[in-house]
């Protein structure tokens, strides 16, 4: 659950979603879910030819097995909270 | 829908705001709470296999099983800038295999079809076989290639989204 | 209404099912199950324009991809679900699948609110029909065989003359 807890903690900041059919979605992470399942709000698309009405989409929710990246800005990361997190995890298997 | 707990008006059709407190707590970051605001909106639907279904969504659970009424299926051909539909009435999708879905703005929803020409849909289906078998044709020779470097390249037949 | 919920309720229906390799079959409905399972009957089988005709089908909820239902499925459930309504069947199905997992909660609820403010218990006393575990086991044998609008009127007051008695157990 450890990505879930992180993705949690990007809710309202700008992602951008590269999905495995190489759109990208920029939009504001509104929710997520256990399986990574995306919500964003106010999306804007790069590459719109292919998928026109995207262009009148407000929020869109997307499937997290259908994600291939997410990009984030450098200073959305915590990197201590993350590692931390991390050793927490690491320590919780190991019992 | 109507939601029936017994207690409210019956016949009211919206949740009253304690129901849907109620309803969220239990699926606090869960799918149902990701699109219960969409319920009754249009909206858009993305399958795996590259369809696109457009319709009011009605009801859906954990799954992100829909029920879409007045579906629509449409066929972008971008490149000759064409387009296609085909009312199907109530449609149930099976969540599995929805990639994405959004609600649509009505207002906005044409702006890109003007200036698109519509041609019968048998026409599109047709065309859009031909690109996803092109597609197929390519992406496997790609997956051939990586997998001569030791790299997977991940793709099913299934998937042409 | 869950989807789930409006399938098990259209038995009968005319539907179009598209698998997941791009078949189709088309037929009428006859049973349904949690997993969306279902059989048909009067069935047409089409794969890339070979058709065949059979009398019925199973197809396994897992290889769905979709299903075009009925134009009038939605009012036609919507209808029937009412009509148990009226007559006595406060806590449809719906209601109580959606409890689901949380009915445990509930029962909790309603110890609490016994030892203290009585008043709103009685007040939220129909609800409990719900989460109420007996009532759920039996109902949900009852799922399969699909019972009779009057069949659910008589279950009912069945399990509403057995409540006072539970209530008083706990």
């Given at each position: 659950m450890l990505f879930f807890s992180f993705f949690k903690t990007l809710v309202d900041q700008e992602v951008t979603v590269e999905l495995k059919n190489d759109i990208e979605l920029k939009g504001t992470l509104k929710s997520v879910d256990q399986f990574l399942n995306l919500k964003l709000d106010n999306i804007s698309c790069s590459n719109e030819s292919r998928y026109p009405h995207l262009s009148s989409v407000r929020n869109i929710f997307i499937r997290?097995?259908?994600?291939r990246y997410v990009y984030l800005d450098k200073?959305?990361?915590d990197i201590n909270l993350l590692q931390d997190a991390a050793r927490r995890e690491a320590m919780s298997a190991k019992k | 829908m109507s939601e029936s707990?017994?207690?409210?008006?019956?016949?009211?059709s919206k949740i009253t705001e304690g129901e849907a407190d109620l309803y969220l707590d239990q699926y606090n970051f869960t799918t149902t709470a990701a699109i219960?605001?969409?319920?009754d909106r249009k909206i858009f639907v993305l399958l795996r296999d590259g369809r696109m279904l457009f319709g009011i969504l009605r009801t859906f659970d954990q799954y992100a099983n829909l029920i879409l009424q007045h579906c629509v299926e449409r066929i972008y051909i971008t490149e000759e800038n064409k387009y296609a539909e085909n009312e199907c009435g109530v449609f149930m999708v099976r969540?599995?295999?929805?990639v994405m879905l959004g609600e649509v703005d009505i207002d906005k929803e044409d702006e890109p079809l003007v200036q698109m020409e519509q041609i019968p849909f048998e026409e599109a289906s047709q065309m859009k076989q031909e690109r996803d078998d092109a597609r197929y044709k390519s992406e496997s020779q790609k997956g051939r290639q990586m997998a001569r470097y030791g790299l997977i390249h991940d793709f099913h037949k299934s998937d042409i989204y | 209404m869950l989807p789930l919920y409006l399938l098990t309720n259209s038995n009968g229906q005319h539907m179009l099912i598209e698998l997941k390799n791009g078949d189709t079959v088309q037929g009428q409905l006859t049973n349904v199950d949690n997993w969306m399972n279902l059989t048909l009957a009067d069935v047409t089988h089409t794969a890339s324009n070979e058709v065949i005709t059979l009398p019925e089908i199973y197809v396994r909820?897992?290889?769905?991809?979709?299903i075009k239902l009925q134009q009038d499925v939605i009012e036609k459930v919507k209808q029937s679900s009412a009509q148990q309504q009226s007559q006595?069947?406060?806590?449809n199905r719906d209601f109580r699948r959606r409890q689901g997992g949380g009915g445990n909660r509930r029962d909790n609820d309603r110890r609490f609110n016994q030892g203290g403010n009585q008043k709103r218990n009685e007040g939220r006393g129909s609800h409990y029909n719900g989460g109420n575990r007996r009532y759920n086991n039996q109902r949900q044998s009852n799922d399969?065989?699909?019972?009779?609008a009057m069949g659910g009127f008589v279950q009912h007051h069945q399990t509403s003359a057995q409540q006072p008695a539970s209530l008083g157990h706990n």
């Open positions: 997290g097995s259908t994600v200073n959305m990361v | 707990r017994g207690s409210p008006a019956p016949g009211k219960v605001g969409s319920v969540g599995e295999n929805v | 909820g897992n290889f769905i991809k979709y006595g069947h406060h806590q399969g065989n699909h019972s009779s």
